[in-house]
């Protein structure tokens, strides 16, 4: 064991690094690329009027509340004067996310009065016969055909997608709202006055019934008479089929919940009064439809109303041009640097250069690990910090280097140089790597979007660096010095060569010519 003393830590920094990338590769864990490298989706959305700075605020942490509802990861929202830039990074279905962010009106309780057939939106006109009118042609007994309108709604057939005006969804009064299916018009539901919003909600969670095998939605209200209270007094008359709250054909009345001016759901109020936690609505959900209307019940009110200014899809062939761009600068940079450290240090440069293997492969390992399970994004910013981070790896090495350098120009022995240029240079390390974190901090601290990938990369590279720097740069070099052949030719090294040192023996100083004894 006496022959491993002093070098334990570079065995084990070396057997973590190799074995982490093992589990990585075998896992089958990798990076998650973000939107300026997978491509995905982007919208920049328009607050309607001058609103207050904090309610643009609270718009936008709502709306990533929403995004991570859809199990996004690394969506980039950030604050463009008023308006809001929402980038979301591989989402599978693109117009799913587009529509749920753009989701904007207030969610409402709205009692259903009737539910009429789609047909009256879709088929807006018929056909009737006046075999009576006259007519100017040769025959005087034809008849003619005038066209009446038959839909009393107001609603468009294109209601699905395009929306309603304020005036149609009639707040306070009786309207006629649309349920839709995607952009298919399911049915079309006379409502009376909002009975509550979803001011009364405090969230909501989407499950699977084990005994059914069914989705169901379960909100939670609040408590009080704001909460849960205001839902009670509205479940009440409909469950005893009140004139505003009738009931329908399969029993007691139903309660439509409303956003953005379309009914999400329309469930039946099977109960007089409820618990703010007991309540459940259950129908033919599917995982995805139970987990949008959860995901509405619980962050559907936007204190703000926004219009989409801006929506497209970025490809993913432009995300693959700049990965390839990054991997490419990052490559030359790297062969740059290994040359330039193999120039001055010949063996140490080496060295140097297995170093930045070993933390590439701890980096790869951790963002991998943090992608996966984390839903941490690599962008093109991130790339680019990591980049950085080479220089700051072998700045440290450059600094022990020099280090041993000038101890041995000095008079000292390689071998008892080494110890003691690594404990003057890793202080200066320690100093150049906190500095370098402190900018780090700060740009995550100050920054947004793209700029906090940067810093957070490059903080994540530079404390590897402060790591290896002590685990494997001094016991690497100690363990080069002690080899025979390398000390018999220390320029491989690098390093000048030993200054000659004194015998100790004194010689007897020689009598002068004229001296007698």
């Known amino acids: ?227 849960i209270g205001l839902f009670n007094a509205a479940a009440a008359k409909c469950y005893a089929g009140d004139a505003t709250c009738p009931a329908s054909a399969s029993g007691p009345g139903r309660l439509a919940i409303v956003l953005d001016g379309r009914v999400i759901s329309a469930p039946t109020i099977n109960e007089a009064s409820f618990q703010a936690d007991q309540i459940q609505i259950s129908g033919n959900f599917t995982e995805r439809s139970a987990k949008d209307l959860a995901t509405s019940l619980k962050y559907g009110a936007l204190p703000v109303e926004l219009e989409q200014q801006q929506a497209q899809i970025v490809s993913a062939t432009l995300g693959r041009d700049a990965l390839h761009a990054g991997l490419i600068a990052g490559l030359v940079g790297l062969i740059l640097v290994s040359l330039y450290m193999i120039a001055f240090y010949r063996v140490l440069g080496v060295l140097s250069i297995l170093k930045l293997f070993i933390e590439g492969a701890l980096l790869w390992s951790v963002i991998s690990y943090l992608g996966t ?58 100093k150049a790597d906190v500095a370098s974190l402190i900018g780090a901090a700060l740009l995550w601290w100050l920054t947004v979007g793209p700029v906090r990938g940067f810093a957070f990369y490059l903080a994540l590279s530079t404390l590897l660096d402060l790591l290896t720097s002590w685990a494997y740069m001094r016991p690497v070099v100690k363990l080069a010095t002690r080899s025979k052949g390398l000390l018999r030719r220390p320029s491989l090294l690098g390093i000048p060569a030993e200054a000659p040192q004194p015998t100790g023996r004194r010689t007897a100083a020689r009598p002068s010519a004229g001296a007698t004894r």
């Open 1 to 227: 064991m006496r022959r491993f003393r002093g070098y334990w830590s570079l065995i084990i920094i070396v057997l973590v690094a190799v074995l982490s990338l093992t589990y990585t590769l075998a896992s089958g864990n990798k990076p998650l690329l973000g939107l300026d490298l997978q491509g995905g989706v982007s919208v920049v959305l328009q607050p309607k009027g001058t609103p207050e700075s904090s309610s643009i605020d609270e718009a936008i942490r709502i709306i990533r509340q929403r995004i991570d509802a859809l199990g996004v990861a690394e969506p980039e929202i950030t604050r463009q004067g008023n308006n809001i830039l929402i980038q979301i990074p591989g989402v599978k279905d693109k117009d799913r996310a587009i529509e749920l962010v753009g989701q904007t009106a207030e969610l409402q309780f709205r009692p259903v009065l009737a539910e009429l057939d789609p047909s009256v939106v879709t088929d807006a006109t018929t056909t009737t016969v006046d075999p009576g009118a006259s007519t100017t042609t040769a025959d005087p007994t034809a008849s003619t055909t005038t066209t009446a309108p038959s839909n009393p709604t107001g609603l468009s057939p294109d209601v699905c997608k395009t929306g309603l005006t304020g005036e149609q969804t009639n707040r306070e009064g009786t309207t006629y709202l649309p349920q839709c299916d995607g952009e298919t018009l399911v049915s079309v539901l006379q409502v009376g006055p909002v009975a509550l919003t979803g001011g009364a909600l405090d969230t909501a969670r989407a499950t699977l019934n084990g005994q059914t095998t069914k989705w169901t939605v379960s909100p939670v209200f609040k408590g009080g008479a704001d909460g």
């Open 373 to 430: 399970n984390n839903g941490l994004a690599l962008t093109l910013a991130g790339i680019t910090g990591i980049i950085v981070s080479i220089g700051v790896s072998l700045d440290s090495n450059v600094v022990y280097y020099e280090h041993l350098k000038e101890d041995v120009h000095d008079g000292r022995t390689i071998r008892s140089a080494t110890d003691r240029a690594f404990h003057s240079s890793f202080s200066t390390i320690v």
